[in-house]
């Protein structure tokens, strides 16, 4: 049963990077940056509905995937940690350290919208919590709920009501040299991280509940697993997907619900449908399994990688796709994005070959060592 627990967390964390890239790839794509994808498309046109239609299969839904993988993750390392005798949160909080450093180093140099900072600040909170009796972590996931629930209801309402607007960057986010992203992204902090305001509760929300969803066995092979994740399949896909389709069609003033709120339900269900999927699976794996497993062993490095090759195909300073084809959207979108998804499932396989690790992971486990390493040598 272990063996097949870590192949579907892999799988999971795989479909969940390469999920994000296809949220990602749209403010890549466009010639206007972060400015052009929160510029909705209409779905009066062929290229309008089907860009909608792609936007609803990938906007949020995998992001709150992977939040959920990070919330497993971190109740795998408290038990490792129980397992081993070793003080809690203890060395963890260098870990949520090293994370806010590379997330910040991200933004910063690659990427507007990482989200390795707000997951840094929020496994710290987490950390603390996973040790601590039911009652205490689910009622710190009831109250940061109906926090998350008041924020995206107001801002709904005002969007709605058209006292609220999407907000997004300057053209330089899409069409100018490096060095004027970089300037960008350091004097529209402000803006481009104002997304704490949602993603902090709500990634909570989602830690926690992967915490809960380890603990009642939702990745076993077991009879308890399998009625978890057919509960989680039926209210995620059943009710999320048709909630999904209709803010992803509704209009702007209901982007805040549908990424938000819509998206993350329907994580639930792909959780619930792709462990089920996995642990049906019996035999030699295929090579689309085996390119996601691959992946999701490497994801931070998968993660970082596929914003930089974006970047390089498509922003001014590399090769300015997103200019040269910003009339043949969304059809060139559609080939950028799985040649990224191949490239990288090919890259991860042919690295974790030779390697028991991604190129990030490597060096963010000797930064992570180093300074134990030192104490260990303190006579």
Same mark, same amino acid.
């Given at each position: 049963?272990?063996?097949?627990?870590?192949?579907?967390?892999?799988?999971?964390?795989?479909?969940?990077?390469?999920?994000?890239?296809?949220?990602?790839?749209?403010?890549?794509?466009?010639?206007?940056?972060?400015?052009?994808?929160?510029?909705?498309?209409?779905?009066?046109?062929?290229?309008?509905?089907?860009?909608?239609?792609?936007?609803?299969?990938?906007?949020?839904?995998?992001?709150?995937?992977?939040?959920?993988?990070?919330?497993?993750?971190?109740?795998?390392?408290?038990?490792?940690?129980?397992?081993?005798?070793?003080?809690?949160?203890?060395?963890?909080?260098?870990?949520?350290?090293?994370?806010?450093?590379?997330?910040?180093?991200?933004?910063?140099?690659?990427?507007?919208?990482?989200?390795?900072?707000?997951?840094?600040?929020?496994?710290?909170?987490?950390?603390?919590?996973?040790?601590?009796?039911?009652?205490?972590?689910?009622?710190?996931?009831?109250?940061?709920?109906?926090?998350?629930?008041?924020?995206?209801?107001?801002?709904?309402?005002?969007?709605?009501?058209?006292?609220?607007?999407?907000?997004?960057?300057?053209?330089?986010?899409?069409?100018?040299?490096?060095?004027?992203?970089?300037?960008?992204?350091?004097?529209?902090?402000?803006?481009?991280?104002?997304?704490?305001?949602?993603?902090?509760?709500?990634?909570?929300?989602?830690?926690?509940?992967?915490?809960?969803?380890?603990?009642?066995?939702?990745?076993?092979?077991?009879?308890?697993?399998?009625?978890?994740?057919?509960?989680?399949?039926?209210?995620?896909?059943?009710?999320?997907?048709?909630?999904?389709?209709?803010?992803?069609?509704?209009?702007?003033?209901? #982007?805040?619900?549908? !990424?938000?709120?819509?998206?993350? /339900? $329907?994580?639930? &269900? %792909?959780? *619930? =449908?792709?462990? @089920? +999927?996995?642990?049906?699976?019996?035999?030699?794996?295929?090579?689309?399994?085996?390119?996601?497993?691959?992946?999701?062993?490497?994801?931070?490095?998968?993660?970082?990688?596929?914003?930089?090759?974006?970047?390089?195909?498509?922003?001014?300073?590399?090769?300015?796709?997103?200019?040269? #084809?910003?009339?043949? !959207?969304?059809?060139?979108?559609? /080939? $950028?994005?799985? &040649? %990224?998804? *191949? =490239?990288?499932? @090919? +890259?991860?396989?042919?690295?974790?070959?030779?390697?028991?690790?991604?190129?990030?992971?490597?060096?963010?486990?000797?930064?992570?060592?180093?300074?134990?390493?030192?104490?260990?040598?303190?006579?």
């Amino acid at each position: 049963m272990r063996t097949e627990r870590i192949q579907a967390l892999d799988v999971l964390r795989g479909v969940a990077i390469l999920g994000t890239l296809g949220t990602n790839i749209w403010i890549f794509t466009s010639p206007d940056g972060a400015a052009g994808f929160l510029d909705l498309p209409t779905p009066d046109s062929a290229a309008g509905f089907t860009e909608l239609l792609l936007r609803f299969l990938s906007n949020g839904k995998f992001l709150a995937l992977l939040s959920l993988m990070f919330g497993i993750g971190l109740e795998l390392q408290y038990r490792s940690a129980r397992r081993r005798g070793a003080r809690w949160p203890g060395w963890y909080l260098w870990r949520a350290a090293l994370l806010f450093v590379e997330g910040t180093l991200h933004y910063i140099l690659i990427f507007e919208f990482d989200v390795l900072m707000y997951y840094a600040i929020v496994s710290v909170l987490v950390a603390f919590l996973v040790g601590r009796s039911d009652r205490v972590r689910r009622t710190w996931l009831v109250v940061q709920a109906a926090i998350h629930l008041g924020l995206v209801g107001l801002l709904t309402a005002a969007m709605l009501g058209g006292t609220g607007t999407l907000s997004g960057g300057t053209p330089a986010a899409g069409t100018g040299n490096w060095f004027a992203q970089v300037a960008d992204r350091i004097s529209m902090a402000a803006v481009y991280r104002s997304e704490v305001v949602l993603v902090l509760p709500l990634s909570t929300v989602l830690f926690l509940l992967g915490v809960e969803l380890l603990r009642a066995g939702a990745l076993e092979d077991s009879a308890r697993g399998h009625r978890l994740r057919t509960k989680l399949s039926g209210f995620g896909l059943g009710i999320g997907v048709p909630l999904n389709l209709f803010t992803t069609f509704g209009g702007q003033g209901l #982007f805040v619900l549908d !990424r938000y709120l819509a998206a993350p /339900v $329907v994580a639930l &269900g %792909l959780l *619930g =449908l792709i462990t @089920t +999927l996995v642990l049906r699976t019996r035999g030699e794996p295929g090579p689309l399994r085996r390119g996601l497993t691959a992946v999701g062993r490497a994801a931070l490095s998968g993660y970082i990688f596929q914003n930089l090759a974006a970047g390089v195909l498509c922003y001014g300073w590399g090769l300015g796709l997103a200019a040269t #084809f910003a009339d043949a !959207r969304p059809w060139w979108v559609i /080939v $950028v994005y799985i &040649g %990224l998804c *191949g =490239l990288l499932m @090919t +890259l991860s396989t042919l690295w974790l070959r030779r390697f028991s690790r991604g190129p990030v992971e490597l060096a963010w486990q000797w930064a992570y060592q180093a300074p134990q390493r030192s104490l260990s040598k303190v006579p």
